[in-house]
């Protein structure tokens, strides 16, 4: 809508609640009271601004997501140029803001008057990761090196209110408060003309957007070069609280651990790859760590092609037993759910380490930092999680911040996906719900194993990424003797591999650590200990005869399960870890997912609540 309409239509209720149902529909909850308040309050400050400025024909687009993610800019401003005539578009973060000041010794996060302790990140960071994101990720601006720019509008603070957030200067990000509204005024008539936006709206709605880089692909340079990863929002305070406490270690008294915690690809990975970067290039002692054997040994193929030093950067959870206490500046421990109860191989408690392992690891480090998803729990004695942490670093007498990771740029960055994923598997409360088609991730369901198969291949032929991957319910056998590999995975007369178990290729297929990220994987069936902790854009999911949806619930059953590390959990366990392992296994794709199950009744569940078929698509 023009400006002129924003502000004629902001001054009822009845546009508050148009906003809320459009966001209910798009992310599937309600949205919170900050949010409306900023709608009953921000959006008419901003259109005020806009029509004094001679802006009124000026497109605004509210709440515009960001391609490929669930993060929004609360308004972006779309018009053309008044010299050039070339498109021209400012996103607008609209603050409540009364007072607000910097974080010592951080100069891009904030702790804002009547939000405790809790740092946020500096609005023109924010707002300038924005501008370079969308840039980054939208055709139409890729050629348009002054296409966008960015303002931060505190309307209820006066400067003297926030003086020390101006020490941030940056020339594609503007500060301005109620005290500079009328520089702010000035500014959007330097970047757009009266004219309708209407055409430039549209092109930007319309414009195709460009995929994201895999994580494992961009790993070897975001570690030798740095720079590769743009952090956004959380990710960036996450990454600053780290680099400060980083900074300050080493002449104060007080530990600090930083807790990160969020769902899949909410950036979790990204902002550990992004640290090893930053501090290893700062002269810091930093590891990176995790339990993943796949994950891990991934990171090391993919950096140590480049430079195999580096390799031995990335360690496991286990390796930390004899490090002398705070012998590294920082120690990154991503994947930090799959934490054991004790460092020591199986079967030789003799060998086990007298400390907890998630005590060895806040020891080993001055900045011990900790990257989780709970939900992701998924072998009997895997325990990591943030109450866990928080009291082994109470005990240690170290400050302990948390941070959580409540946007998340996988699943196209569709939130409602993730939330429509709990509620199917009752992770969270409400059950299961059907699907709301999405424009930037779609979710199938096949008929049959070899509609997936089918539907996969052709977009891995189209030359995207695309896996199989299904629940632990058949043998996974060794290859036979002349190479080829057995198909164990068997449903009627549709007959699959699984990925190898070994580092070493055999018949063509990668090594099983590479099965995600080399693209001859596509053949084999992936399983939890591959896929965890992995992207592709297309996902297919196999629910086998280990938990099936009976009545009005969902049963978990042993006797469908072919691994041993599970089967022995009490009932409650096995059910747990069975729903989480389908949880890790539906949110591995960035486009969409495909599901399919081996139960007629779970199949049936399935094609109520999604409408889309594989067959539809092909």
């Known amino acids: 809508m023009s400006a002129h309409a924003l502000r004629d239509r902001t001054t009822g209720s009845a546009f508050v609640e148009r906003l809320s149902e459009q966001y209910r529909s798009a992310l599937g909850e309600e949205p919170s009271e900050g949010e409306r308040r900023s709608w009953e309050n921000s959006l008419p400050a901003l259109a005020e601004v806009l029509c004094d400025a001679g802006l009124g024909e000026v497109e605004v687009l509210i709440e515009y997501r960001l391609p490929f993610s669930s993060l929004r800019a609360d308004v972006v401003l779309a018009g053309s140029h008044p010299e050039t005539g070339r498109p021209s578009y400012v996103i607008v973060e609209l603050k409540q803001w009364s007072e607000a000041r910097l974080v010592p010794e951080a100069g891009d996060l904030c702790l804002v008057k009547g939000m405790g302790n809790n740092s946020t990140l500096h609005p023109v960071a924010q707002v300038r ?103 956004m929002d959380e990710q960036q305070v996450a990454a600053s609280l780290v680099k400060r406490a980083v900074a300050i270690s080493r002449r104060s008294d007080q530990k600090e651990v930083i807790v990160v915690s969020g769902g899949p690809g909410s950036g979790k990975s990204l902002i550990a790859l992004h640290l090893m970067s930053h501090l290893g290039r700062s002269g810091r002692n930093v590891v990176h760590a995790t339990g993943s054997k796949s994950f891990t040994t991934t990171l090391r193929h993919v950096v140590g092609e480049k430079n195999e030093r580096i390799s031995k950067l990335f360690r496991y959870f286990f390796d930390f037993t004899k490090v002398q206490r705070n012998e590294l500046d920082a120690l990154i421990c991503d994947e930090a759910h799959r934490i054991r109860d004790r460092s020591g191989k199986q079967g030789t408690p003799a060998a086990w380490s007298e400390r907890s392992q998630v005590e060895e690891l806040i020891d080993a480090a001055r900045v011990p930092v900790f990257l989780l998803d709970e939900h992701q729990v998924v072998r009997p004695g895997e325990m990591g999680s943030v109450d866990t942490i928080d009291e082994a670093a109470g005990k240690r007498g170290c400050i302990v911040r948390h941070v959580n990771l409540n946007d998340q740029f996988r699943s196209g960055g569709s939130r409602a996906y993730e939330h429509w994923v709990l509620r199917l598997l009752g992770l969270e409360s409400g059950g299961p719900v059907s699907w709301q088609p999405e424009e930037n991730f779609r979710l199938l369901v096949a008929d049959t194993p070899q509609e997936m198969e089918d539907f996969l291949r052709s977009q891995h032929d189209a030359g995207y990424t695309a896996r199989m991957t299904a629940g632990f319910c058949w043998r996974w056998s060794e290859p036979r003797k002349n190479g080829s590999l057995v198909d164990d995975v068997v449903i009627g007369d549709w007959r699959r591999p699984w990925n190898l178990k070994s580092e070493r290729p055999v018949g063509g297929a990668p090594a099983s650590s590479l099965w995600a990220t080399e693209s001859a994987g596509f053949g084999q069936i992936g399983c939890i200990y591959t896929a965890q902790g992995f992207e592709y854009a297309w996902n297919g999911t196999i629910f086998g005869p280990d938990l099936v949806w009976r009545g009005n619930g969902w049963r978990a059953f042993k006797a469908g399960c072919k691994d041993g590390s599970v089967k022995g959990a009490a009932p409650d366990d096995f059910e747990r870890l069975t729903r989480n392992r389908y949880k890790v296994l539906l949110t591995r794709g960035l486009a969409g997912t495909v599901l399919y199950s081996t139960d007629a009744e779970t199949q049936a569940m399935l094609r109520t609540l999604v409408p889309d078929r594989t067959t539809e698509g092909i």
């Open 129 to 231: 990761r924005y501008c370079d994101y969308l840039q980054d990720f939208t055709n139409v601006l890729n050629d348009e090196q002054d296409g966008v720019g960015g303002v931060a509008y505190l309307h209820n603070a006066s400067d003297r209110d926030i003086d020390e957030l101006f020490n941030l200067p940056d020339a594609k990000a503007q500060l301005f408060t109620s005290t500079t509204r009328g520089e702010l005024i000035r500014y959007l008539q330097t970047r757009l003309s009266s004219l309708d936006g209407a055409l430039e709206a549209d092109a930007l709605e319309d414009s195709p957007v460009a995929p994201g880089r895999q994580l494992m692909r961009a790993a070897a340079d975001e570690i030798l070069y740095g720079g590769k990863f743009l952090l």
